[in-house]
């Protein structure tokens, strides 16, 4: 992948990205604020991204305004993700989510590596980040009635 596009041929994403970052990015008149965000965030990156540099991912956690955990798995920018449960699986992660260091290095010097896919590191997370099970909404609408119910009849074809 080139480093500089050239002007006709840049990618839409490239400039709303660090508009984003910065708090400048708007969408239909609506300016976009990350740090609205007060929700518990869960930041996932793999170790070898050559897409998305761990570190690049790790400024993520200055973006949003409630608390953030930060985790770091082993891989690429696929494998890293879909990384599922295993004897090869390993992550890193620090206990003290609720004061992140700055910086990604100072992060990785804190952060300390576990067996295990980071999968499982999300589902414990999320259980203790969510609130109780409920119903979901009812789909479609008046205007738009639901075809069928979900996950669509697709699915089985």
């Known amino acids: 992948m080139p480093r500089r596009y050239p002007p006709d041929s840049r990618p839409s994403g ?3 990205a660090a508009h984003l970052a910065t708090g400048d990015l708007e969408i239909a008149g609506r300016t976009i604020d990350l740090g609205a965000i007060k929700a518990p965030t ?5 170790i070898n991204d050559h897409i998305v540099p761990w570190e690049a991912a790790y400024k993520s956690v200055g973006l ?3 608390p953030v955990r930060f985790v770091l798995g082993n891989g690429g920018h696929i494998a890293g993700i879909v990384s599922p449960p295993g004897p ?3 992550h890193m992660v620090t206990e003290t989510e ?3 260091p700055p910086s990604g290095q100072a992060w990785l010097s804190a952060a300390e590596r576990r067996n295990g896919s980071w999968w499982e590191d999300w589902a414990r997370w999320s259980d203790a980040s969510s609130g109780p099970l409920q119903k979901p909404p009812r789909m479609g609408s008046c205007k738009h009635r639901a075809v069928t119910d979900g ?3 697709y699915v089985l074809e």
């Open 64 to 66: 949003v305004s409630g």
């Open 98 to 100: 609720s004061t992140l």
């Open 14 to 16: 490239e400039l709303s």
């Open 151 to 153: 996950p669509g009849g």
């Open 88 to 90: 090869k699986a390993w």
């Open 42 to 46: 869960y930041v996932v990156s793999a």
